[in-house]
């Protein structure tokens, strides 16, 4: 059974940093890109980010680039999302998901929230 | 980047009826790489059709896509309790980068 279970979302304040985990396990990690996709209150779903089977490519929404970082450790078949310069507008459920274009499983998502 | 509009924003039916949901996009969607999801409130988005009009494992075939270059559309023949919900299309023919529609929000009339 595929499962994706994402962690490390909490309360920061703005400019601060976060880095989100998601542990993936049922499927072979190395034989799929990997995405993030981020969803805020209330409203439609947003890609943020993938990442190639080996990590040599990156892509990103054009909203988060030069402040968020994917990467993954096959190792541990994990994929994770380092964010910087939080902002307001960051404020989201984020979910990883399997990618193969269509996104085909999904984790529960970690709720990121940026506040004073 | 792709713009992908879906429409209505709201579809008010009953059970049994037949639903259909649009999706346009700003440009041509290289071979019809386009997804749809199903996301129920608290819970998490679900792959419905892939290639435009390709039924997901275990999906119902009373849901199914149709659709090419920049007009899309998904079908559920006849409504279920269970069907009303939030619809999100998705392109990824300019993979790997890729966009979401704003969704329609499937209630019950």
């Known amino acids: 059974e595929v499962q994706l279970v994402e962690s490390g979302g909490g309360l920061v304040q703005p400019g601060g940093s976060l880095r989100l985990s998601c542990a993936a396990s049922?499927?072979?990690?190395?034989?799929?890109?990997m995405s993030w996709v981020r969803q805020a209150p209330g409203m439609g779903l947003e890609w943020v980010a993938n990442?190639?089977?080996?990590?040599?490519?990156?892509y990103y929404v054009d909203s988060v680039e030069g402040r968020f970082t994917i990467s993954r450790d096959n190792a541990k078949t994990s994929l994770y999302l380092q964010m910087n310069f939080l902002r307001a507008e960051d404020t989201a459920v984020y979910y990883c998901?399997?990618?193969?274009?269509?996104?085909?499983?999904w984790g529960q998502g970690t709720l990121v929230t940026v506040s004073s | 980047e792709i713009v992908l509009t879906q429409s209505p924003g709201t579809l008010s039916l009953s059970p049994g009826q037949r639903a259909t949901l649009s999706c346009r996009a700003s440009?041509?969607?290289?071979?019809?790489?386009l997804a749809w999801y199903q996301q129920k409130p608290g819970q998490v988005p679900r792959l419905l059709i892939y290639?435009?009009?390709s039924r997901a494992t275990g999906i119902p075939d009373r849901f199914s896509g149709s659709g090419s270059g920049t007009d899309f559309s998904l079908t559920i023949s006849r409504l279920e309790p269970e069907d009303f919900a939030m619809y999100y299309c998705?392109?990824?023919?300019?993979?790997?980068?890729?966009?979401f529609g704003q969704g329609t929000k499937l209630e019950i009339k």
């Open positions: 998901a399997r990618d193969l274009g269509k996104l085909d499983y």
């Open positions: 049922g499927f072979t990690f190395t034989r799929y890109w």
């Open positions: 990442i190639k089977q080996d990590g040599s490519e990156k």
């Open positions: 440009q041509s969607v290289s071979s019809s790489y």
């Open positions: 290639a435009a009009s």
């Open positions: 998705q392109q990824y023919g300019t993979s790997p980068l890729y966009s």
